[in-house]
């Protein structure tokens, strides 16, 4: 059992640090996906079932999947297999995969084993989570469906296409439409 | 669930926070700064289930809820911000943005 928390944590030291230092956003997006997986085992290690889940489904899932979005919007339309093929060579991807390969067979082995997370005894299951979470941090949870919220607005409001009130120029600010026009030009324009 | 000590996992955890630290220190690009925050928030969630799992309590769990709550919310600004960015400026250079004016 410790010996798939030292294996998982090596594997996600290295990733994370190769995603840090990867030039190209492509490939460093690839090995943070895989530290993240291997952050996933290390939870569940540590008696997180339901932790372990989140975080393949939030970060792995959701959060990664928007920054690959956002980057192939910033890429621009021009993406042709050509460019496909020349953004993912294979040894960009083979050395991911093989870790990520890796990651799974260590956790295969000990989830089919005797030793699996139920034979640990100490699990602390979504059952628990959930009960303190809305009996004691119930203002917690209301903060954090807030703070939702506001970043849902933020993002909202952040990316339509309109210039900053900044941008008058000492002119008296135009009353802003930060919704696009009908020609695709953004409003308020200045 | 005595197999792991609670040093090493605050170990791996410092380790991941540094990765993160030095990722958002040194890469100019502003993608790269966002996936080390990234990486910088799981070393801190490490860090809250290894507490967790040593005192056998579910506060470590939900407080990682709660900083997944704080990623998603912070990764939605920061790439619509990126966006904005990327429209204005036509760069992805955090040293480009050394002007405050509007």
């Known amino acids: 059992m410790s010996a798939v928390f030292y294996v998982a944590s090596a594997i996600a030291v290295v990733a994370a640090f190769l995603a840090v230092t990867r030039s190209n956003a492509l490939h460093a997006v690839l090995w943070l ?21 989140l975080e393949v489904i939030v970060y792995a899932g959701a959060i ?16 042709s297999r050509g460019q496909e093929r020349r953004w993912l060579p294979p ?10 390969a890796g990651l799974a067979a260590v956790t ?57 009130p900044a941008r008058t120029n000492g002119r008296r600010p135009q009353p802003r439409r930060p919704w696009p026009d009908a020609d695709g030009r953004g409003g308020a324009s200045d | 669930m005595a197999a792991v000590p609670t040093g090493h996992v605050l170990i791996v955890a410092a380790l991941l926070v540094c990765i993160g630290a030095f990722g958002v220190l040194l890469r100019r690009n502003l993608l790269f700064m ?12 490490l860090a809250f289930i290894g507490a967790g799992s040593r005192w056998q309590q579910p506060d470590g769990q939900a407080f990682v809820l709660l900083i997944m709550v704080m990623a998603a919310a912070e990764v939605a ?26």
């Open chain 1, 33 to 53: 996906l895989v530290a993240l997986f291997a952050i996933a085992v290390d939870f569940l290690v540590l008696g997180a079932p339901f932790l372990a889940a």
């Open chain 1, 64 to 79: 990664v999947v928007v920054i690959l979005f956002v980057m192939m919007m910033v890429a621009g339309p021009t993406a």
């Open chain 1, 91 to 100: 040894r960009a991807w083979i050395l991911p995969s093989l870790l990520a």
């Open chain 1, 108 to 164: 295969m082995i000990w989830l089919a084993g005797a030793g699996g997370p139920a034979a640990a005894g100490t699990v602390i299951g979504a059952r628990q989570v959930g009960m303190l979470l809305f009996s004691d941090w119930l203002v917690a949870v209301e903060l954090a469906s807030v703070l939702l919220l506001a970043g849902l607005v933020g993002a909202l409001y952040l990316s339509s296409r309109s210039e900053g």
């Open chain 2, 34 to 45: 966002l996936l080390s925050l990234e990486v910088l928030l799981n070393g801190a969630a």
């Open chain 2, 77 to 102: 600004v920061g790439l619509a911000l990126f966006l904005q960015i990327h429209r204005r400026v036509s760069s992805l250079d955090a040293d480009a943005l050394d002007s405050l004016r509007g």
